[in-house]
Every structure is written in C-alpha cells, then in structure tokens.
C-alpha cells in the first residue's frame, strides 16, 4: 500500500510539472513572456496553486532545452539571442516547417484538414477584431495543426522546438491589427498550397511564408 501511495504521489507531481511546463512553453511560443524576462517562483506557485518544487523542476527542464537560461540569483529568464544566433535558427526552422508543409500535403486526412481550418478560421477571428494575444495562440494552433498532420510525432515534437524557441521573437513583429490581417491572409495562401496535396507546392508555400516571417521579425528586432 505504501508503495502504491507512494508512486501515486510520484505520478501526480509528474502530471503538475508536465502541466506547468507546458503552460510556459505555450507563454513563451506565443510571446506572453518576453526574451530575457525573469521568471518569479513566488508567482508561478501562486498562478498553479502549487509548492515550489514542481515549479522549480518545471523550470529546470526548460532550462535544459534551452528554452531558459539561468540568471542572477538562482533565478531563470527567457533565452536572448544575438542577430546572428537567431538566423541561423530561423534557418534551421524555415528547413523543418517545410518539410512539415510537404509531409502533411500528402498525408492530408478529413481530421487533419478540419483542424487547419478550424485553427486559420481561429485566426481570423482574432484578427479582424484586432486582439494580439488571442491570434498569437490561434497562430501557434494553426502551425500545430499542420505538424499532426504530418502523421509523425517525432517531426512535430523537433518543429515545435523552434517555435518555443522563437515565439518571443516572433511575436514582435505583431504591432497593429493591419500586421494580424496580412498575416492571416499569408495562411489563407498557405492552406491552399497544402490542399492542392502538391508537396513541391506546399512546402514552397511554406518557405515563402517563414521567409517573410523572419524578414518582419528581424525588422522588429533591430528597430528595438
């Protein structure tokens, strides 16, 4: 019995920290949390009704993928990049995203091709009303939904990698409702490269997508 408890109680704080890490890895992928932020423990147990513990070993993972870096005091921040680091790793992203474009173009099924709509309709809701936040997660619902229909969950896990990685970054370049509704239109294209079922088409379509990305979040960042 003491050790049925006792694997229970093991059980349970691995959900709370899967719970907690996944929570900050959607902050940061969607730009809620901000490169070179610190994060507070006091108030993360306050936000998840939780001891430090489970905070603290949600944090030491996500500084163990990079995501976090550690900072003064104990304490831990977003990770910053420099110029020339983040172009390279929106290079390898540009990379995996079309592949995950071509993969799922000839992988479509009737689930798959709902969810994208379903996700792009999300983001153009967001967008015609002007609300950042609600398109940044609908934006990253919208890539998510392309990378499950690869039908390969190793592919998806890599390419969500870099969007956790770049989410601060990329959320920069979102200033106006005009930047919400040329974005959205972008998908339009996009959704429509993927359905033709044409991989050539779906994955150039994604290439030019993340190319003008990376051009208006470079452009935001140096404009900082």
């Not at 831990?76 to 790793?89: D, F, K």
């Not at 993969?103 to 091709?113: G, P, V």
């Not at 379903?118 to 002007?130: F, K, L």
Request: charged letters at 25%.
């Amino acid at each position: 019995m003491a050790q049925s408890a006792k694997k229970s109680g093991a059980g349970e704080r691995g959900t709370t920290v899967q719970r907690i890490q996944a929570a900050l890895m959607d902050d940061i992928a969607a730009g809620a949390l901000s490169p070179g932020e610190r994060l507070d423990e006091v108030r993360l147990t306050e936000r998840f009704g939780v001891s430090r513990t489970p905070v603290r070993e949600a944090l030491s993972r996500l500084v163990a993928q990079g995501v976090l870096v550690p900072g003064e005091k104990r304490g831990v921040r977003v990770a910053e990049y420099t110029r020339e680091q983040l172009a390279q790793i929106f290079e390898a992203m540009h990379e995996i995203e079309a592949t995950c474009a071509r993969m799922a173009s000839q992988r479509l099924s009737l689930l798959s091709r709902a969810e994208i709509e379903s996700s792009q309709a999300a983001c153009i809701a967001a967008a015609e009303v002007g609300d950042i936040q609600a398109y940044l997660h609908a934006n990253e619902q919208f890539h998510r939904a392309i990378y499950r229909a690869t039908g390969n969950p190793y592919m998806a896990d890599i390419a969500l990698e870099f969007r956790h990685r770049t989410g601060p970054f990329r959320a920069k370049k979102f200033a106006a409702k005009e930047d919400l509704l040329a974005s959205a239109r972008s998908h339009d294209e996009l959704v429509a490269d993927i359905f033709s079922e044409d991989s050539a088409t779906a994955s150039k379509g994604m290439r030019d997508h993340m190319r003008a990305s990376f051009i208006q979040t470079l452009a935001r960042t140096d404009a900082e």
